[in-house]
């Protein structure tokens, strides 16, 4: 990864990390909603937490904070699927992530709580919002620079036209170049790093376990010799109350970056079909299965073991900080 892209995605994260903020911020001076029981409700917002089963979300219009009840009956839906992170339509209860945008209606219960019967969602919808705060700010510093390309233009047509003419030129080139790299593959980053960084921005949670799966060169078939290991993470994941999975897959750089995002991304989904077909791990407590391709290698692809240790599933059980200390 180069340094210009690098420092793409640095911009990027502290775009996210602004929203998330701002909204965390927001959300402490928003009032929380009471549904009484039995009242029908449909609602559109952001989500701010999630908790296991319940999503803490401030309604657009209303500004208040309600928190959603996902169950087994809750029909998901996802709208315009664009991101290739959204492979597999049985999962979509795994991308209800703080940051998203969701629309949900269901009928209070007993707690207060919104019981949804349906949730609906536009997958690409946050990465598009950072994509347009991050255009504001690409937009401003190529202003920025070509402005002062501009000035150094001026100063020196004070002593040669020649000079101001060429320097003139450079300002132009300048301005163009500033702008093309604003916007070239800005939508694209953004949806990487607006996933990455919302599966990782679990603060109120931690990490009770964690176990690595390895998979075979070009194969995503789950290995039998893993799924004990698997077993033994289920059972401690349902001895918690309100407990995540974090799920996510990478390749070791040798199929081409394509085939090794496809691979990836299909592995992760392996290791949470087994948690949910065979475990019995309902999909709302999985997050959503995210796979990273040939990136964040933790050993060398110059030698086969090294490949070998790439070629990986990482699973965490995250459980909240919050309830656990309530136990």
Known sequence: MNLARVSKLSALLCAIATILITSSAFAATSATRQLTPGEKAKMSGLILSRDGDLVRVREKKSHEVITVSIGDATQIERKNHKLPFYRHT????????????????GVGNSSGQLEASKI???????????????QVLANKTS??????????????????????DQAQTAADQASVQAEAAGV???????????????????????????NDVYFDRDSTVLKE????ALADLAKLAKSFNGYLIEISGYASNTLGSKTDQKLS????????????????VPMRRILIPV???????????????????NRRVDVKVLVNKSLEEGL
């Open 265 to 280: 991304e299909e592995r992760a989904a392996a290791v949470a079909r087994y948690f949910y077909e065979v475990q019995n």
């Open 90 to 105: 049985d999962m979509d209860v795994t991308a209800l992530l703080p940051g998203l945008t969701i629309e949900a209606e």
């Open 291 to 309: 796979g990273y391709g040939n990136t964040h290698s933790v050993a060398s692809n110059a030698d086969a073991v090294g490949r070998e240790i």
């Open 184 to 210: 070239v593959g800005l939508a694209d980053a953004a949806a990487i790093a607006a996933v990455d960084q919302r599966v990782s921005d679990l603060d109120d949670y931690k990490i009770e376990s964690e």
């Open 120 to 134: 609906s969602f536009t997958p690409d919808d946050f990465a598009i919002e950072v994509a347009q705060e991050q």
């Open 143 to 164: 202003a920025q620079n070509a402005q002062s390309t501009a000035n150094e233009a001026a100063t020196a047509a004070s002593t040669a036209q020649s000079s101001a």
């Open 225 to 228: 010799d893993a799924k004990p």
